[in-house]
């Protein structure tokens, strides 16, 4: 990797015209993807939080009293005061407590469905609109039966089938919410997929697996 030439600050050399190895140039390419993302007032909000979420599930056990699960009969449906500062629900159980604790389950379950929506959204819709023919056709078809059905009543469909547990809960979200990104990445492949990059690969004897990755 070619490192910052002294003479030269790091801001010059992440807008270096002329990268000096691909490693610069990879670095450019995230620090002008930072620059246009932190231009963008509500995608920093947006950042801001999420940061503020990660910190306080991270600090759960140091900004409450307890997990959240503790009932207490006697201070059921209690308005918001110095000991619960959002009340309580109607088991007595401590509302903020749960939200601080319920932000660790949430973040998990966003996470590994990201994880999983993702690739097999961009991986149906790239070799999608790549290959096209009859490909196409099949595989915009099962994507439209995911979208012809509501998501909530086909993730309790999955359910029911998979079974009850978080993990299961997870596979049903993403089943049912891979459709939307399979679209997008099909509409990008189809404008780019006759671009002359893509034609360099080709010529260069890129195989058509190279070529979607």
Do not use: K
């Not at 620090?31 to 801001?48: E, R």
């Not at 009850?164 to 459709?179: D, F, M």
Request: charged share 15%; glycine share 8%; with cysteine.
């Amino acid at each position: 990797m070619t490192e910052p030439r002294a003479d030269i600050g790091l801001r010059e050399w992440l807008l270096s015209d002329t990268p000096q190895s691909v490693a610069q140039a990879r670095c450019q390419r995230f620090y002008l993807a930072w620059l246009a993302f932190s231009a963008n007032p509500i995608a920093m909000l947006g950042l801001g939080i999420i940061l503020v979420l990660l910190l306080m599930a991270a600090a759960a056990p140091l900004l409450t009293g307890g997990d959240g699960t503790e009932q207490e009969l006697a201070n059921r449906l209690q308005p918001p005061n110095l000991e619960h500062w959002f009340g309580t629900d109607e088991l007595g159980r401590d509302i903020y407590d749960r939200i601080v604790w319920g932000a660790r389950i949430t973040l998990y379950i966003v996470g590994l469905v990201g994880i999983i929506v993702v690739p097999i959204g961009m991986l149906v819709g790239t070799v999608a609109g790549y290959l096209g023919g009859w490909v196409d056709i099949v595989l915009m078809r099962v994507t439209d039966i995911f979208l012809a059905f509501p998501r909530l009543i086909l993730a309790l469909a999955f359910v029911a089938v998979l079974g009850p547990g978080l993990e299961n809960a997870v596979l049903a979200i993403a089943i049912t919410t891979w459709s939307p990104f399979a679209r997008i990445a099909r509409a990008e492949t189809l404008t780019i997929r006759n671009a002359e990059h893509i034609l360099a690969a080709r010529v260069q004897g890129a195989s058509t697996a190279r070529v979607i990755l």
